[in-house]
């Protein structure tokens, strides 16, 4: 999801720069902003990231029982091979395999959970940072905004991150406009 994103903001930003003409795109007003770093860095993102933490923690202890039940299992089962019928070992093999599949079957659906946990909380964070974003941008006249993930390189002084992570924290108030650049 992160990639199409930051796919989409390349090609709006390469879309605006190539059919700019030319004065006009060296006055063109460009910033960056880590939209990752920003939601995760927010109070709410942080919280959601503790509750996700916590949630995992459970279900990871959870599996690594299961896991350990089965591993045990399978020891037995090796050190009986000799002393069982062949009928016996084979069921004992056929009901670890069963459990080995449903074991599985729950590692995804605990995968899915989370990442469905994971949009949940975090959607409204996202939504609320892109809020803040086109403020600052309307505010301070910038002309396009690019998702730092992709841009290989910006100066730090066009960098928002942390200005947006500041007014959500805030309530999303707006900053004090910062002073425009003379060339």
Excluded: H
């Excluded at 974003?133 to 301070?140: H, L, P, S």
């Excluded at 396009?144 to 066009?158: E, G, M, N």
Aim: glycine content about 2%; proline content about 3%; aromatic content about 4%.
């Amino acid at each position: 999801m992160n990639s199409v994103r930051a796919l989409l903001a390349l090609c709006a930003a390469l879309a605006v720069l190539s059919f700019a003409p030319l004065s006009s795109a060296a006055e063109t007003k460009v910033a960056v902003v880590d939209v990752q770093r920003a939601v995760a860095q927010t109070e709410d993102g942080l919280r959601a990231q503790a509750t996700l933490k916590k949630l995992f923690d459970a279900r990871q202890q959870e599996l690594n029982k299961k896991q350990l039940d089965l591993q045990k299992q399978r020891e037995d089962i090796d050190k009986q091979a000799k002393v069982l019928s062949k009928e016996a070992l084979q069921k004992r093999i056929d009901d670890w395999q069963k459990q080995m599949i449903e074991l599985q079957s729950v590692f995804i659906e605990y995968n899915k959970e989370l990442e469905k946990k994971q949009k949940e909380l975090t959607d409204p964070v996202f939504e609320k940072v892109m809020a803040i974003i086109k403020r600052i941008a309307t505010t301070e006249g910038y002309d396009l905004v690019v998702d730092r993930q992709t841009v290989a390189y910006v100066r730090t002084d066009i960098d928002l991150t942390d200005k947006c992570i500041q007014m959500y924290n805030s309530g999303g108030a707006p900053a004090a406009p910062a002073p425009e650049k003379k060339p």
